[in-house]
């Protein structure tokens, strides 16, 4: 169950890197975007500079092996939270 959508690129996770109460990031890295959970994504002003860059540089994945075949990104951008937009 997807239950955590990334605050950068809007990729879905079934858990969230920022804990149950969306406090205490693991500080792991996006698997799309390569966004750090609690630095780049801390506010949503941190969040959109990251995601300017990252889409700047073509939108490539962090870990290309995992890119699912027929990704779409316009797609998975819609799924970013509205506070982080
Ligand atoms: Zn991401």
Known sequence: ???WYCRVCGLDYDE?????NENAPDHSICECCGAEFGYH???PAST???RATW??????WFYPK????????A???????DMYL
């Open 41 to 43: 994504d801390h506010t």
């Open 55 to 60: 889409l700047a540089n073509g939108a490539l």
């Open 75 to 81: 797609e998975q951008l819609e799924q970013i939270p």
């Open 1 to 3: 169950m997807v239950t």
């Open 16 to 20: 969230s890197p920022w804990g149950p």
């Open 48 to 50: 959109r500079q990251y």
């Open 66 to 73: 995992l890119k699912p075949e027929g990704w779409l990104l």
